[in-house]
């Protein structure tokens, strides 16, 4: 089955940047875009970007532009989501989230979330 | 990018009630739009794709409708295991965007 399996919680200082990993299973890697996804405490979801984890091909939302970096590792089926210059406003739970089988835009499969925390 | 607005932002309901969420565009998805149920601490999860159809294993009581810029999602007789919070998803752009939420509580 499809499996997500994200990387631990990180606490990180204003400005500092994060590094989040997400190892999928159950499914060819490269066959399917992985996208990111943050959801600050309390607040809705929030779309980050994806990657086309077969050509390393990157979408980036508008807000985080400049700001996060989507790559991945094949040789390994993880992809990665790093987010660099860390405000407070940056806390937040961070997904991956695999497209589901009948629509590409649409997330049928979610890692457990990291959650980030910034704080001085 | 597509800005999506949900409405209502809350409500309370009474297990059995017919529940209804709406989801408006900024400009026409042309019925790209998915539904998704998350609960407290948890991921969320897909219900619905192209406004009306049912992903797999999605109780049938869960229906939506619209096109354009307006949608919907039903809950035809609220269950117990429905109180959470409910998100509308365009996909028509390649860059994806969320509403707002509607968290759906026990009167």
């Known amino acids: 089955q499809v499996q997500l399996v994200q990387s631990g919680a990180e606490v990180k200082k204003p400005g500092a940047s994060v590094k989040v990993s997400c190892k999928a299973s159950g499914y060819t890697f490269t066959g399917y875009y992985m996208h990111w996804v943050r959801q600050a405490p309390g607040q809705g979801l929030e779309w980050m970007g994806r990657?086309?984890?077969?050509?390393?091909?990157?979408n980036y939302a508008q807000k985080f532009q400049g700001r996060v970096t989507m790559t991945r590792d094949t040789s390994i089926s993880t992809a990665y989501m790093e987010l660099s210059r860390l405000r407070s406003d940056d806390t937040a739970v961070y997904y991956c989230?695999?497209?589901?089988?009948?629509?590409?835009?649409?997330?049928?499969?979610w890692g457990q979330g990291t959650l980030v925390t910034v704080s001085s | 990018d597509i800005q999506m607005t949900q409405s209502p932002s809350s409500l309370s309901a009474s297990v059995g009630d017919r529940v209804t969420i709406t989801c408006r565009a900024s400009q026409g998805i042309s019925n790209s739009l998915a539904w998704y149920q998350q609960k407290p601490g948890k991921a969320p999860k897909l219900l619905l794709y192209?406004?009306?159809r049912l992903e797999s294993g999605v109780p049938s009581r869960f229906s939506g409708s619209g096109s354009g810029t307006d949608y919907t999602l039903t809950i035809s007789s609220l269950q117990p295991e429905d109180f959470a919070t409910y998100y509308c998803?365009?996909?028509?752009?390649?860059?994806?965007?969320f509403g707002g939420g509607t968290k759906v509580e026990i009167k």
């Open positions: 989230a695999r497209a589901s089988r009948a629509v590409a835009g649409t997330f049928g499969y």
């Open positions: 990657i086309n984890p077969n050509s390393g091909g990157t």
């Open positions: 998803q365009q996909y028509y752009s390649t860059l994806l965007t």
């Open positions: 192209a406004a009306s």
